[in-house]
C-alpha cells in the first residue's frame, strides 16, 4: 500500500498550544449510561424487533464519582431521552428513583432541590458510568461484553 | 484557531498519528460553528457520533470545544473503532483534554461503522475513513496491521467510505448531518454527484466545506458535508 506521508502539520496548529490538561490522575472516561438509550442488538434481524432495545445489562460493575451538578445539561437533555428505556435500565442496575413518566421540563430551581428528579438524573446520566458487564439482547440473547469501559459491538464472523 | 486536543500521552505503533487530514477536520468544524449553532440549539442538543476514532483527537476536540463550536455544553458525544486499540486511546485523550466546560462523552465503542446503534438517533455524524487506494480492505492481520486498517480503502479508496454512505439515511436523524472526508483519488466530484441524485436511498444536499492546498506531498483533500435539508 502507499506509504504514509511525513507528518506536517498546518502552521496554525503548531503555532497552538495544546489544552492544558486536568491533573494526569484524570482517569479515562467510561461507557455511561444515557449510551444505552443509543444502542440496540448489532444483529441485523433483531434491529427492528422490540425486544432488542434496550439491551440489559448483566453482572455490571459500576463507577459512582462525584461531579458538580449541571442543571442546564439535565434540563436540556431531558426531551430527548427515551423515558421507558432510561427507566428499564436504571432499575436493572438497582436507581429506582426516577418516575414512570418523563417529567415536564423541569425548572432549574426545582432541579437545585437537593432530591429531586433532577439530582437522581444527574447521579444515572452523569456521575455512573460501566466498568464491567455485559448488554444482553432480548431477543437473540446475544452478549455485549463491556471491558474497562468499553463495549463490544463486533460479531463473530458466523454471525455476520 | 481553537487549541489542537493533546495527544502526547499515546504512542502512534498502533494508532492513526493525528495528521494533516485530522487537522483539516478540526479546521473545517470550526468554521461550521455558525452552521451548528443554528442547527443544534441548546434545547435540542445533537448526539454527535464519530465513526473510526482513532487517537481520539475530533471526538476530543468536539466534546472539549462544545461551548464555542456549538454555543452550548449539552451536546453528547460518541465514537467507535473498529481497531481494538482505538477505544481506549479516545477514552484516553478525551480524559486529558476535558474541562469543566466539555460536553458529554458517553464513551468509545469497539464496533464496524455504526454496527450496534440505533437509526435515526445521529445527529452529527463526522469521519475521516481509511481512504488511500489498496488492494483489499485489510482486517489488522495484514503486513501494516491497525495502521493498514486505518488507512487502506481498498478500491478507489472508498470500499469502507461507500459503506458509510450507504448507511446516512439509516444513521441520521432527519436534521442529521454528516462531514466526511475525502480525497482526490476517491473521485469525490462523482461521489458527491451521487449523492444528491438519489443513488444513495435519499437526494442528499452535498456541499464541500473545507479544503487543504497541496502541500508536504499530500493529495489535496476535502470535507464534505451531507444532509436531507
Ligand atoms: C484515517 S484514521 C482517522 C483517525 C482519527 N479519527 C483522526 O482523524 O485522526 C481512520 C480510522 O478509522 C478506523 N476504521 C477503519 N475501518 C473501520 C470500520 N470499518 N469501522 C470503524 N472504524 C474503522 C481505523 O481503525 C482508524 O482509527
Ligand atoms: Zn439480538
Redesign the pocket.
Known sequence: MTAKPPFIPPPHFTLHPTNLPLPPTTPPPKMKILTTNYLTCALRACKSHPSSFPLHFRDAELQQDSLPFNAAFIANILPRIDWPALLTTATELGFTGLPAEKPDLLATAEMEADEGVGRELHRILLETQVVEGKLVCGNCGHEYAIHQGIANFLLPGHLV | MLPTPTTSHLSFDH??E??E??FL?LDTLTLQSPFLHTRFPPTSPPLVL??????G??TSFLTTHSATLFGHSSITTLS????PH?PNATNQTVAANITKESGCFLGAIR???ATGLRSGVVDMLVF????VPTEVVEDGNGEEG?IG???GGGIDGME?TV?VLKGLKEYLSERGVAYILLCERNKPEFVAEQLRNGEYGVKWIVKKVGTSGKKGGWEVLGIWRVMRW
Request: hydrophobic share 35%.
Open positions: 494508532i492513526y493525528p495528521s487530514d485530522s477536520l464519530e465513526l473510526g476514532s482513532g487517537s483527537v475530533v467507535t473503532d473498529i481497531s482505538a464496533t464496524d461503522l475521516n475513513p481509511p481512504y491497525w486498517v486505518a488507512c469502507v459503506r
